[in-house]
């Protein structure tokens, strides 16, 4: 997580699938206070997808926030949040970027 996630906290801004291009967009923020966006990590060229729920009972009005992020062997790579965990099969590995933060 740290190699990803370096210096950002785990609570999750944005986590989406592009199914069409097969990309994951996971952004994060610097903390749960002013929820700005600080770092977001992309993941392309993804072979196959699979989200499990981890906790149907858990409140959608609460943060969701990154427990842990992994490789598990080659080309499979884990995602664990508070509310699911998602497998990706990748070709490449993900890239992480710093946002620009606004003043």
């Not at 740290?2 to 989406?16: R, T």
């Not at 427990?67 to 890239?95: A, N, S, Y």
Request: proline share 4%; glycine share 2%; hydrophobic share 35%.
């Amino acid at each position: 997580m740290d190699k990803y996630l370096a210096g950002c906290s785990p609570y999750v801004d944005v986590l989406n699938y592009d199914i069409d291009k097969r990309v994951l967009i996971l952004q994060c923020v610097n903390n749960p206070d002013d929820f700005i966006p600080h770092t977001r990590v992309v993941f392309t060229r993804i072979r196959s997808y699979t989200e499990e729920t981890i906790d149907d009972e858990f409140d959608d009005s609460s943060i969701d926030s990154v427990i842990g992020m992994h490789w598990v062997r080659d080309h499979t790579f884990c995602i664990r949040t508070e509310k699911k965990e998602i497998i990706l099969d990748l070709e490449c590995d993900p890239q992480s970027e710093l946002i620009a933060l606004k003043d």
